[in-house]
Structures are given as C-alpha cells and as structure tokens.
C-alpha cells in the first residue's frame, strides 16, 4: 500500500469522522490511560483525530470547515525526514496541497523541535472534492527485501480506517489489550448507535455510561437517554 492506494479507499469526510470518533470512544471505553487513538473538538478553531503508538508511530486527521487534512509519520519509513541532515521532507509529499491547508504545515504538533513540518504521507480533501488526493509525482523507495509488504510511506498506519474497520479494531484489540472483543458490539459502535451500560459493559465490566459521560459527549458521540 501507499498514499495513493490509501486515497482511492478511504470514506468520505463525515464517514471518516464517525470512525475517528468511534475509535476513540472504544479506547475510551477499554483502557482510560494515554489513548491509543483519541478525538477533540478543540483543535483549535477545528476538530480532530490522532493516533499515537507510543512507539514513534503516529497521524492526525483534521477536520476543519474547508475539509479535511491527514498527516502520518512512520519512524521506521525509508521516507522519513529524518533520512536527510537538513529534515527535507520526501519530493512530491505536499504536491498540489490546497492554500487552505498550509496553515496544517505550521501546525506545532507536526512539526519536530525547530518547528519543522515532519511526515512520511499527506493526504487531503475538500469538502467540494469527490476524492481523497495526495502530493502529485511521487517515486516511492524499492522495498527493503524480498520479504518487506510494509508501506514505504506509512500509509498502512491509517488503514484500521478503511471498510473493514471493525474486523481491523477486533484483531487490534485482541493483540495490543489482549482480551477477547465482541465483533457485534464494535459494530454498535461503529454505526454511532447509542451507547448504553450494555454495551460498555461488554467491552469494560468496571465502567458505566455515566462514569463515562462527559468524556463520550466531548468527542460527539451518542449517549443512549436514561
């Protein structure tokens, strides 16, 4: 996979927002420590999805009233900046990006400590566009072996997003919590049904909705009326 196989797959922009959401409410639900993958609706001026492994991996989708702007950095990608002494970003990466996601390039949480934009794949689409695009042009690295299916770019960090994503959050579930996951319940969830003790029950005997409450409404998701 790469950026390009990634933009002709993903939803468009309020399906993708509703599976951000719905990812950050079953982490929530599952483990209150440092999320893997979390929702605000104060990024600023706009709202926003992030993902981070703790282990140098990480994205951010952007959410903001011309559309929406994904950034993800892989640490171990051949197509990091941090290949080049100067932190060059790949050749292509940002190619045709829209005027009013430039302010995303200035972005702190992007950017390394001098300030400087840091990512391994772009995407984008404005809220006109019938598409997901990425940078124009772009050569991507041979692979590193014989053996190596990894995305050059990174781009396979954001595939729990695509149509399979509740098969995906089972199967991450499963590996990173170790604990059996309801695929019917991730179901629930996904298609921003109500939530309900049942339902958050299933996934975390030791919580309520109401232990819940103000973190579930403050990412925008539905709470079933008590």
Known sequence: MTVYDLAARLPPI???????????????????????????????????AVMNNGSGDEWAVVFTAEGAFIRAFDHESAMTPYRDPDHELWPGLLEGLPAVFHPQIGEPAFGDDEGQFIATAVLWRLSGDDRWHAGEGITFPPPRGPYDDTAPDGSDLLEILLDDI?????????DYYEIEVDRTVVEHVVAHRPLTDVVVQALNPEVTVAALHEDIAAIGYPIAAT
């Open 14 to 48: 309020d399906v993708l927002r509703d599976r951000c959401k719905a990812l950050a409410v079953l982490e929530r639900i599952i483990d209150d420590g440092e999320p893997y993958y979390a929702y605000t609706r104060a990024w600023g001026d706009d709202e926003a």
């Open 166 to 174: 509740v098969d995906r959050y089972v199967t991450y579930a499963e």
